[in-house]
């Protein structure tokens, strides 16, 4: 029986924010390689990015209107997560809803379907993650769920998760590790930030992670040429 | 055995300039959610958008000779609108064949195969809508048909149909309709123009279109909480 | 058994910058439509571009330990071309190995699999053609080949091969052909001129062409309207 | 506005069942390599074949009211040919329907989406060509049309044209052209009965077909070995 | 941290038995046509039929050591039930893995990747669902999770759920909803006999279901002809 | 300039017929996990198995000429592997191809692209892998080469290469590597039906491979019930 889950917990915008900072592909690795939606999920345009807690909506194939449902359960700072429960491309996500999560400070949705007006919503700077744009239109038939876990593009969203989404995807992190991951994101920086630097002034990866010995363990051949290899 | 039509009826370019001023995604929703290309084709740059009669070409896989017959039987505001016999990806149009369309007011390409050159036909400004983009060539061999009925991206395109693109895809109009659906999406977008506003306030879909009883009466369940759904 | 061949057969960077100056069709096309990668091999920014000598890198499904192997190998004006041995969307390739490769003036990268960091390598200015973004991470666990002879995207790319890549996509040029191909290049160029001069003076491509009596001759039909084709 | 045509011209059914001893690649070439469904078009089951006439469905995205409407319009050595307006790889057609078409003397059914019931169809002997095996329900809210022209796989399907499908895939025959793809179909086979008599007892294509002069003209070059290829 | 999850709660066999009697597309509609497995998920073999309980397994791509350790896990009437982290077509389960199970009782595989040694496992009777078929070697170098939730191909699998495949494709069907399901199962195929029968004598669904009035209500127009469409 | 390739070197058949007793995943794996063609690649009967030399043919897209000068140069115990120089699913081969290559001893095709005559194809017996089905008729009008390297499927074929096809799918085998490969498929086999023994008497492969220390090193964590995992 279709279900609206009103109160979820949430993760404090403080954490989000402080992970909001860091990149997906930064937060993917911090989280030990999890939680990333698959490739097909892109950005409607360039450069858009957010962060928030996930209000998850389940709705039928070529279906919006629990959308419209969900839009009354949003907080500011949420992220609105919904994905059809039969493949579909079709247009379920535009303008007039954007326009709806906006004004109750929603910061973008993912949306495992087809997304349109997207001149309008680049405009708009409202961010959305999709696998398609498409203007097909959608009917508002039949129910469905909204803040119930979610399965989408690989991973498994629970309502108030946090969802960072930038130009390399979406990345999933459960609420209650958003401090250490934010923890893990600092430290991973700035390592990273002293190995930039190396690498940037001509040092070498194989120095820096001293995978000399390794590769030569495992067998790896150096040869002067393609003709010494059957030597 | 191969065939070009050289007369096909057009619709007025006056109405089919008053039809441009609207979406792709309104003027699909405003002619009962019909004629929209599927989500594979898309724009070669963000931002194209064109709109104007179709002139139809089929084609042999990977033979670009009859776009060459096509292009004397374009008028200014004609769109050519192409589809491979056995599917392709070849690039089967680039720089030259836009030369020689814009000579003759052709305001753009719907192509379901690669289109090339996407470099110069950006700066030029000329809009191809299509499934690829490859640099692969194509030869001149076999025959095909011009301004016969073509079955493109799982829609019927008439000769004189029209056809409307922009960042969301395509969407095509019979040619006997364009008035119509102009009218109707006028109608649309003043009814939008009001929602819009009232969502932007703030104000609720659920309010807006009374779609409260309705989901009671299907039976939608609000809960508290995710514990309470079984109790 | 995993090898890294350590001197490779270069084209010069002369001949090489000769090359760039023409786009990836005019090359596919001025050496016979051949060395032309599948058209999922796209650029990660809009306007990316460059030319180089392949340094071939065969990696492991989702483990991108190679990557660094290969940087050692590579001299200013590389361009290095990976491929995984079993299909794969990880994101092998990001900003760090970036800012390695870039240290020693490396020109792009041509990756089977998935790229992340985009916004980075956008800022860098560094290119790379991937078929997919995917921010998903790779362990360092299990060799592979640098130098070899490498099947990608529908193509063999042999060790110093020159790897041309823009908007349109990606195209190899045998290193022995270079110089020929740059003066097959250069006489399509200057015909391709005077066509455009001629298409874009309204000038048809049936005439420039002389395609008129091959069309009748291959049967070509041309009727008034489309009722005469059953008469 | 959704309509039903409730009569249509079809094909004689004694010129279907002469056009259905031959296999769809035999007809495909026959009548001018034309009509060819694309290749996602599968049997649910090795074997299955089958020729009628078209009644045709346009259907809603995950919606299969309208085959139920059909029904009633079909007759004894049709062939039902279904797409949905927006993709959708739902199970949109399963036993109860086929039983419901099979008592009205259908032969089979053609649809551009999933697939259901394969272990009962298979039983049935009912043959059917989809794009994807699926169980994915369906809703009946919406309506379509039955018996316009239809866009399906690459190809337009009038209502009473004739279908043709096997192991291979599936065929349109306009239904104006069927005894003469039949008399196409019949010169073929008994040409290519001598062929296969001469190819079977190893004569080479190369002479049946005359071959070498004409290779010979386009340029085609026999080396004995690779090393004499840039001699 | 990677974790094994030993005990985990099963429904009865008993149970189970009860629902396996009916196919896929039935228990999907029976319970509200939910947890129906993606249509790219396809039995190696036709007639694989079986139903058990899910030992979840989490793999990263192109590494299938965790499989070992599930085996371990596993009782008498179990379906291990694998996903990789990435998109992985590579193969990680064959005849080896295979033989492991069936000693220990386990009745079939469902697996977000490939599978190989197809003709041993058919001959075997090993039921598995798999994205694709692939030789393709795995590693055993990077850890996994057993019995987590897991998110695979569009639906959330916990660790005893009941999973049920047949060539329709895979259900899952929570642990705690079985009786219910299989009392809905038995509902829906006594009414469904009725309906068959009323079909297989000819009578309409239309009249059947009485939805002669619905179709009015929303609209539906009968036409003699096409002609008469547009008077 | 298009070539035919007259005299190659095959490998013996002896050791061909000795490789072909085992199947493609364990010539994959005895090799070093190299040489599978990607997925697609499938047998369009069950059951296809068969193993020879490589004659190599690339052809234009949609132009299955080439394969007719290919039938001259095959000898008894060949495989003719076709790769399209732009990707097409068009139907290049079918049953008078097949009957001309049998006569000539040859044992089957690997085909990048469609394959037609699917029935007449399974009752002569003759194998063919290919990525679809489709009676899509080709052209004979451009040149391509015979007996060249060819990169299909993700791996570089060269003529005389071995090639094994079965239900896993195709494995090439470098001519020179033969009898090697085949040592190492006889070791593999003779320790495999070891194993396949011990894991059907029930014993675990965590202790017939001894993982259970190395998986303790790297971390993996058990757990007797789900509560325990963030305690």
Same mark, same amino acid.
């Given at each position: 029986?279709?279900?609206?889950? @009103? $109160?979820?917990?949430?993760?404090?915008? !403080?954490?989000?924010? !402080?992970?909001?900072?860091?990149?997906?592909?930064?937060?993917?690795?911090?989280?030990?390689?999890?939680?990333?939606?698959?490739?097909?999920?892109?950005?409607?345009?360039?450069?858009?990015?957010?962060?928030? $807690?996930?209000?998850?909506?389940?709705?039928?194939?070529?279906?919006?209107?629990?959308?419209?449902? !969900?839009?009354?359960?949003?907080?500011?700072? =949420?992220?609105?997560?919904?994905?059809?429960?039969?493949?579909?491309?079709?247009?379920?996500?535009?303008?007039?809803?954007?326009?709806?999560?906006?004004?109750?400070?929603?910061?973008?949705?993912?949306?495992?379907?087809?997304?349109? =007006?997207?001149?309008?919503?680049?405009?708009?700077?409202?961010?959305?993650?999709?696998?398609?744009?498409?203007? @097909?239109?959608?009917?508002?038939?039949?129910?469905? =769920?909204?803040?119930?876990?979610?399965?989408?593009?690989? @991973?498994?969203?629970?309502?108030?998760?946090?969802?960072?989404?930038? =130009?390399?995807?979406?990345?999933?992190?459960?609420?209650?590790?958003?401090?250490?991951?934010?923890?893990?994101?600092?430290?991973?920086?700035?390592?990273?930030?002293?190995t930039?630097?190396a690498l940037a002034s001509g040092k070498l990866g194989l120095d820096i992670y001293s995978f000399r010995d390794k590769l030569k363990a495992k067998g790896l051949r150096y040869v002067g040429s393609a003709e010494e290899i059957s030597s």
């Open positions: 029986m279709p279900v609206v889950v @009103q $109160n979820i917990e949430r993760a404090a915008l !403080a954490d989000i924010d !402080a992970l909001a900072q860091y990149g997906v592909a930064t937060i993917h690795e911090a989280q030990g390689r999890t939680g990333l939606l698959a490739a097909h999920m892109r950005p409607i345009y360039t450069g858009a990015a957010a962060a928030g $807690n996930a209000v998850t909506v389940s709705i039928p194939p070529a279906d919006n209107w629990m959308i419209h449902v !969900a839009v009354e359960q949003c907080q500011p700072g =949420d992220i609105v997560v919904i994905a059809p429960t039969s493949p579909s491309d079709a247009g379920y996500f535009g303008e007039l809803l954007a326009t709806s999560l906006a004004a109750r400070g929603v910061r973008g949705v993912v949306l495992e379907a087809g997304c349109r =007006d997207i001149k309008a919503l680049s405009e708009m700077k409202f961010p959305v993650w999709s696998r398609a744009i498409s203007a @097909q239109g959608t009917v508002k038939e039949t129910l469905g =769920d909204v803040n119930l876990p979610l399965s989408i593009a690989g @991973q498994i969203v629970n309502p108030g998760d946090v969802v960072v989404g930038d =130009d390399d995807g979406v990345v999933i992190v459960p609420r209650a590790s958003v401090k250490a991951v934010v923890a893990a994101c600092k430290a991973r920086e700035e390592k990273e930030a002293g930039r630097a």
